[in-house]
Structures are given as structure tokens and as C-alpha cells.
């Protein structure tokens, strides 16, 4: 499984873009990207997830260079309800990965008004 | 659908004694996840079942177990406990077949365990 890097905190204000930065660089053929979520005391929640280029959906888009050592997720106009952790996660792909995540130490967004 | 549901929400347990959480997936779910949940940790694999089968496990010494049943719901046991198996124990469910699908997981509340 590819280790990734995020930075530990970053603070916002509410209405801004907040784009997090994570770097994957063994990143393997068949690994995808996946972002997810988590309030505390609450279980992960799954945020987006892509390959290459760009993915958006309805709470994010997720930016993916041609070389794939690297992604950004990138929440727009946030509000105080975002403030959470995120984590990156890289692999999945193939059916021998199982469904065996490994989180790293995620990036603790604060939202302030 | 009905999201993951995970009883007991909160635990208090005493050192030496023995758990067993409960996890019900996701209507048609197959594969369940257990994963443990600290300050100093993080969120850490523990095990995988998928049609009652243990199929992926994480580095846990033999105190912690876990089963399936045939209707996909699970339970994980932690023996002899602890005063650091004070965690949040999270149970996540996919449809199970590995994969890409693997990794969108649907987390349920979790269980808050305290070992005095």
C-alpha cells in the first residue's frame, strides 16, 4: 500500500476554498485515490474518490496530476459544519487489495467564522 | 437504506474482563470491517470478514477476534482486557467484493470502550 503524506491542520475562514494537498509518490498502477471525512466521534465518511485528472461531485472535487505522486482535494465555500478530519488513502484497485484500509494521520481542518 | 448500526454505542468494562461488540451491515452488504480508533494510534485495521470468513487481518494480537454470521452481521470479542483497548471501535460495510468497492466503505457510529 502507498504511503501518504498530508500537512496535520489547517485553518480556513467560511465562504473559502480549502484545498488539501496529498503526496503519494510510490504510488502503484492500479491505485486509486480516495478522500474520506470524519467528525469526531463519528466513523469515517467516504468523500470522493478518482484515478487521474479530475473528479467532482456534489461536496468536492479531487485534482490528480499526470504523474499521480500527488492529489488535492479541494472543498469550495466552506462552512463551519466542514470543520473535521480528512484523510487521504491510495490503493484499492485490484480485487487482492480486500477491502483493507490503512489511514494515515489525516489533515484536521478548522473552519472559523 | 439503513446505515451501519453498532450496539453498544458506549461500554465501560474493567481490566482482565472480556467484550463482544455488534455490527449489522448495510442491506446486502457481504463484507464487514473492524477497524480500532485512538488519539495516539489513529484508526487502525483490525480484521475483515466477507461470507463468514475471515479474509484480511491486521496486526492485533490473538486477544482480539471477530466472527461473522450468515446474515453478514458481525461481532469482535477483545478477551483479557486492557487498559489500551480503551478505544472507538468502528465497523465499516461494502458490498465485498474487494477491490475499488473496498475502498468506498460506509462506516457505522462506532463503540466507545473504556477499560478501567
Known amino acids: 500500500l502507498a504511503k501518504t503524506t498530508q500537512p496535520i491542520s489547517m485553518d480556513s475562514y467560511e465562504g473559502q476554498e480549502v484545498n488539501i494537498t496529498c503526496s503519494h509518490n510510490n504510488i502503484a498502477t492500479n491505485d486509486y485515490i480516495t478522500w474520506y471525512q470524519q467528525f469526531p466521534s463519528q466513523g469515517p465518511r467516504f468523500i470522493i474518490q478518482g484515478y487521474k485528472t479530475k473528479v467532482t461531485n456534489e461536496v468536492a472535487s479531487l485534482f490528480i496530476p499526470a504523474d499521480r505522486k500527488s492529489s488535492t482535494l479541494s472543498l469550495p465555500r466552506v462552512s463551519l459544519s466542514d470543520t473535521a478530519v480528512y484523510y487521504c488513502?491510495?490503493?484499492?484497485?485490484?480485487?487482492?487489495?480486500?477491502?483493507?484500509?490503512?489511514f494515515g494521520g489525516g489533515t484536521r481542518v478548522l473552519v472559523k467564522p | 437504506k439503513a446505515g451501519v448500526t453498532q450496539t453498544p454505542r458506549y461500554l465501560i468494562k474493567t481490566r482482565g474482563q472480556q467484550v463482544t461488540l455488534s455490527c449489522s451491515p448495510i442491506?446486502?452488504?457481504?463484507?464487514v470491517s473492524w477497524y480500532q480508533q485512538t488519539p495516539g494510534q489513529g484508526l487502525q485495521f483490525l480484521f475483515e470478514y466477507f461470507s463468514e470468513t475471515q479474509r484480511n487481518k491486521g496486526n492485533f494480537p490473538g486477544r482480539f477476534s471477530g466472527r461473522q454470521f450468515s446474515n453478514s452481521r458481525s461481532e469482535m470479542n477483545v478477551s483479557t482486557l486492557e487498559l489500551g483497548d480503551s478505544a472507538l471501535y468502528l465497523c465499516?460495510?461494502?458490498?465485498?467484493?474487494?477491490?475499488?468497492?473496498?475502498?468506498?466503505?460506509?462506516f457505522g457510529p462506532g463503540t466507545r470502550l473504556t477499560v478501567t
Open positions: 442491506s446486502g452488504h457481504r463484507s
Open positions: 488513502l491510495v490503493g484499492g484497485g485490484t480485487k487482492a487489495a480486500g477491502n483493507k484500509l490503512t
Open positions: 465499516a460495510s461494502s458490498p465485498g467484493t474487494g477491490g475499488l468497492e473496498g475502498y468506498e466503505q460506509y
